[in-house]
Structure formats: C-alpha cells, structure tokens
C-alpha cells in the first residue's frame, strides 16, 4: 500500500464558499460509490475472484454512466474493451504451515500468522520443504555499491536462512549514507527479497518492528498469510528464494540471545559500513506446506474523455479497485477485509472525477481513469501496465495517484507521498494555496510511501508522477489530531477488517480535497507544457529519453 492519510478540507462554515469545487463534484454520490465497493457482497475486491467479477463489472457500469469510451485492450473489430488483461501467478498455502526453530538443542514450534508470517512460495513448487537450514543475521540486508555498502561481505548463503531488519540502515539514527530517516528503496521489504534471490538464500525472514516498518504486526500478518500473487515470470528464481516471510521482534530476540548475541547490539552494528553477517550458532529453520500455484488473469479497468486537439497526450488518474479479499478472522470473526478507506475511496474518486470530465468542458488533451487491480499484491497492475502500455508512456503526460482519501473533514494543508522533485509538486503547491491551504511534506518518509503506490510504476519508467495525500492540520483538532488520527487508523484498521465503511464520514474535506486534484489534471489537459522532473531526479534521465516525442 501506501501511504493512507484520513484527514483534508476546509472548515464547514467557509467550504462551500472558499473551496467551492470547480466541477460538479458530489460527495454523496461517492460515499455510495464507497458503501457498495465495500460492502460485504463484494467479498473485500479480491483479485480473481467473484469479487474481482462484481467488481470490473460495477466500474465499467458506472464508467458507462459517466460518459466515459472505453480506453482498455484492442478487440478484433478495432474497438477498445473497458479492460486491460492482467496475467498473474497466484500462490496459496494449502492445508497447515509448519514452521519451528531449533535454538540450543530445542524445538520451539512457530504459529502461522502469530510468531512468524510465511508468504506461499512464488518459485512455481507444489511443495516447500526446510530442514534445519542455519540462520545467519544479515543486517539491514543491503547491498549499494553507489554507497559503499556491502551488509554481505561475501559470505555464502545458499542452505542458510538470512534474519534481516526492515527499512534503512539510517532509520534510527537519522542520519548517514541512506538520506536519514526517508527510506529510500534498499528499506523496502520487497527489496529484501530480491536480494535474497540474488544472493542464493533459501530466503530471508524480515524482522518486524512496528515503527520502521510503519504498520504493526496485523498487517503484516493479514498481508502475508492469504494468497500471494506476482506477475508471470520466465524464471520465477530470479525474483524469488523459495522462503519469504516476517517474524515477530521478541522471536528474533529470543533466538539471538540463546546463540549468545544481543539484538540491540547486533542492530547498532548493522547501522554502520563495517557491519559482517553474524550465524546464529546452534540455531536452525525447519518449515513444510504444500503450495497452490495457478495462472489466473485479472483485471485492469479503462476509461477516457478524449481530447478535442491533441487526443493522443494523455493526462492519467489512477486508484486500485483491490484490497485483501477474504483471509483470516479477526478477534469479532470478521473474515472479510472490506478495504473502504482503502481503496475503494480512491475509486470512488477516480469515478466522480471522470464523471466531472465526461460533463464539462472537453479537454484538449485525453484523460484516462485507469482502475488498477493487485495493488495490494505488489503494485501488479499498475506494474502491468506501465511495462505493457495500451498508449506511449513518452506521450502520458502524468499519473495523478489516489490512495486513498478524505473521509474525515476539513484540514489546513495536503502533501503527498515521499517528496519527489518534479513540478507537478509545485502544481499542487500553487492550486492548494489558491484555496488558502498550504502543503506539508510527507509526514512519514521513513514509510517509503513514494514507492508503495501505483505512480510508481509509472515514475521509474520517466512519466512524472505523484500520489495525492490529505493534510494533518485539521481546522478542527489541528495537527495533534490529525496525527492521532492517522495513527488510529494505522493501528486499528489498516489492512485489516475494521476498514469498513462509516456512515458518520464526512464530505466536505473530501469534496475540496478532489478538487484539487480535478484542477491539476484539467489545467495538464489544456495545457501545451508537460511536467518535468527537476535537476537531480532520479527518473529524470528515463523520461528525457524520450524527449523528442514531447512536441
């Protein structure tokens, strides 16, 4: 996921004169968008699953309503389908996870979900099978040689099992060779696992610890346990070891301090240069479950207002329709991961948007509202589409992302996730200040937001893009409140059952909030100028690749 904000707008008394929306935005409408994605009929929008079905088939009717074409694959008659076929690899667990460590001589038996969170294999086996592999602590992980940082220092893994921290060498401290306390890609857990690979570990088992990693362990257990999906892969091997998973902190504590070794002290070691693996003497890894591996296809979904002079420039908005589906029961039995907050608001408002697009004034340039499917599964759609576009990347002018929105009422300020150089921040800095709110930078870059949303996919490839988020100085409560707030919904619903939808949310914020955002694409969809990343960003090279095709 992502970054996931709750708050925005302007107070009640002023919003319908000072944040008036420029479009005719209606936020009841989007509530009901909101109440029936959530809704317990559609099963939590598992991708490839009957609530995938009713889900494509909801976007596509309310697509139609809007006035929107279809935009998605060519068909055999020349005519665009509403979707984009996704192919994807699904891995499930079938039947118990047996999982224990041996420390000293004896056997301590780990419950799936509870002490340890095996993600199924993605290696294409029907069976894992672990026996007393060694356990090595590796440290943050991470191998820079742009930094001059080495965690591995040539030791050989393959056999061994490899503990490693979650986020940067630098989140700690704040400071050193990683930029402080912003994560930078090398804290993200996924990139853990593509060292492993590259490493020739049987896999690694990501320490987690609530504030680097951002999200307690009900997430990381709701987010590993069910089904796991990726894209199709020649040699799955290459992106994956066989064994990816979590454990609890106590348990990596617990098993460092019967091989001799201090956790604390280890992890002070691994935050400089000169940290060297350490093998957990005595202590080993055992695991067994047998793996459902299939080949499904899921579902992008499509929808445009062409432009009237320069239909091929396309501006895009983009939201993911999925959340988790059905998994494990929560402590009231809830199996159903409901994911209201997150995301059916943000495709609630990729719906009002094109609605607001589809009855005003037409464009000069394109704008496509591009519903992406297994974002929770790794950004897999967006990933999709971005390596297999249906139009040029060179000619997209942006990705305008929303994960996630405004359900709460009215704040000071907005941001966005991680803080990219780009202009479309200085967009969004000027549109916001022409409604008397101000922006903040992301409140948690040690999150890594910037790379947990669908504009990432897009951003590496060169388009510029940002993910939209609502500010944390409430007009009522200010900062303190939005902050606990945000907390709250990160603790207690996250991820889990509980984001269902309220009825007592609010509209107002989320109605400026969309704003905003409507005037940012419609400004970049009569515009000749295109966005551009700043001096020194990291995709500005990708994107000026193709500068030639910008006219």
């Known amino acids: 996921m992502k970054k996931?904000?709750?708050?925005?707008?302007?107070?009640?008394?002023?919003?319908?004169?000072?944040?008036?929306?420029?479009?005719?935005?209606?936020?009841?409408?989007?509530?009901?968008?909101?109440?029936?994605?959530?809704s317990d009929a559609f099963e939590g929008r598992g991708p490839a699953t009957p609530g995938e079905e009713k889900t494509v088939a909801y976007l596509i009717q309310q697509m139609k309503a809007a006035g929107l074409q279809p935009a998605g694959d060519k068909q055999a008659d020349g005519s665009r389908a509403w979707t984009q076929d996704v192919p994807l690899a699904r891995f499930a667990t079938k039947?118990?996870?047996?999982?224990?460590?041996?420390?000293?001589?004896?056997?301590?038996?780990?419950?799936?979900?509870?002490?340890?969170?095996?993600?199924?294999?993605?290696?294409?086996?029907?069976?894992?099978?672990?026996?007393?592999?060694?356990?090595?602590?590796?440290?943050?992980?991470?191998?820079?040689?742009?930094?001059?940082?080495?965690?591995?220092?040539?030791?050989?893994?393959?056999?061994?099992?490899?503990?490693?921290?979650?986020?940067?060498?630098?989140?700690?401290?704040?400071?050193?060779?990683?930029?402080?306390?912003?994560?930078?890609?090398?804290g993200r857990w996924t990139y853990k696992y593509e060292e492993a690979a590259r490493q020739g570990a049987i896999g690694f088992l990501?320490?987690?610890?609530?504030?680097?990693?951002?999200?307690?362990?009900?997430?990381?257990?709701?987010?590993?346990?069910?089904?796991?999906?990726?894209?199709?892969?020649?040699?799955?091997?290459?992106?994956?070891?066989?064994?990816?998973?979590?454990?609890?902190?106590?348990?990596?504590?617990?098993?460092?301090?019967?091989?001799?070794?201090?956790?604390?002290?280890?992890?002070?070691?691994?935050?400089?240069?000169?940290?060297?693996?350490?093998?957990?003497?005595?202590?080993?890894?055992?695991t067994d479950y047998a793996v459902d591996a299939q080949k499904v296809v899921s579902k992008n979904v499509l929808g445009v207002v062409p432009g009237k002079s320069r239909p091929e420039e396309r501006v895009f908005y983009t939201a993911h329709w999925d959340h988790l589906g059905v998994g494990l029961p929560d402590a009231k039995g809830d199996r159903i991961y409901n994911g209201a907050l997150d995301n059916a608001s943000g495709t609630a408002a990729l719906l009002e948007l094109g609605r607001a697009f589809a009855k005003g004034p037409k464009p000069e340039r394109s704008v496509v509202f591009l519903a992406v499917t297994a974002e929770e599964k790794g950004l897999l759609g967006s990933e999709y589409y971005a390596d297999n576009p249906i139009y040029p990347l060179a000619t997209t002018v942006a990705s305008l992302n929303m994960d996630g929105v405004n359900l709460i009422g009215p704040t000071?300020?907005?941001?966005?996730?991680?803080?990219?150089?780009?202009?479309?921040?200085?967009?969004?800095?000027?549109?916001?200040a022409a409604k008397g709110m101000t922006f903040s930078p992301d409140p948690n870059p040690q999150a890594g937001s910037f790379f947990r949303s669908d504009h990432?996919?897009?951003?590496?490839?060169?388009?510029?893009?940002?993910?939209?988020?609502?500010?944390?100085?409430?007009?009522?409560?200010?900062?303190?409140?939005?902050?606990?707030?945000?907390?709250?919904?990160?603790?207690?619903?996250?991820?889990?059952?509980?984001?269902?939808?309220?009825?007592?949310?609010?509209?107002d914020g989320l109605v400026q909030e969309l704003s905003i955002f409507y005037e940012m694409g419609s400004e970049l969809a009569n515009s000749k100028t295109w966005p551009e990343w700043k001096a020194g960003a990291e995709f500005k090279a990708e994107r000026d690749k193709t500068a030639a095709s910008r006219k």
């Open 4 to 38: 996931l904000l709750l708050c925005a707008a302007a107070a009640a008394a002023f919003a319908t004169a000072a944040y008036a929306a420029p479009a005719p935005l209606d936020g009841a409408r989007i509530m009901q968008d909101i109440k029936v994605l959530s």
């Open 456 to 507: 990432f996919p897009f951003a590496k490839r060169g388009v510029p893009a940002i993910s939209f988020g609502s500010g944390e100085d409430l007009v009522d409560g200010g900062k303190a409140a939005g902050k606990a707030l945000s907390e709250a919904y990160v603790k207690d619903k996250y991820h889990q059952p509980a984001d269902e939808f309220d009825p007592n949310w609010k509209t």
């Open 412 to 432: 000071r300020d907005v941001t966005m996730s991680g803080d990219a150089p780009l202009t479309l921040k200085d967009d969004l800095v000027r549109v916001a």
């Open 95 to 186: 039947g118990p996870v047996a999982a224990c460590f041996t420390a000293a001589g004896q056997v301590r038996s780990l419950t799936q979900g509870e002490e340890i969170a095996i993600r199924a294999a993605q290696t294409g086996v029907d069976r894992l099978t672990v026996k007393d592999a060694p356990v090595v602590f590796v440290g943050y992980g991470v191998k820079a040689p742009e930094r001059n940082w080495d965690d591995f220092k040539g030791m050989d893994l393959k056999g061994k099992v490899a503990l490693v921290l979650v986020n940067d060498p630098d989140f700690e401290t704040g400071e050193g060779d990683f930029g402080g306390k912003a994560m930078t890609y090398y």
């Open 206 to 286: 990501v320490i987690h610890e609530t504030a680097p990693a951002s999200y307690g362990w009900a997430t990381v257990k709701n987010s590993n346990t069910n089904e796991i999906f990726d894209v199709i892969r020649k040699d799955p091997t290459e992106a994956h070891a066989p064994l990816e998973g979590w454990v609890q902190r106590d348990l990596a504590v617990d098993l460092m301090k019967a091989a001799g070794l201090d956790f604390e002290a280890l992890k002070a070691q691994a935050q400089t240069r000169d940290f060297k693996p350490v093998e957990l003497k005595g202590v080993t890894f055992s």
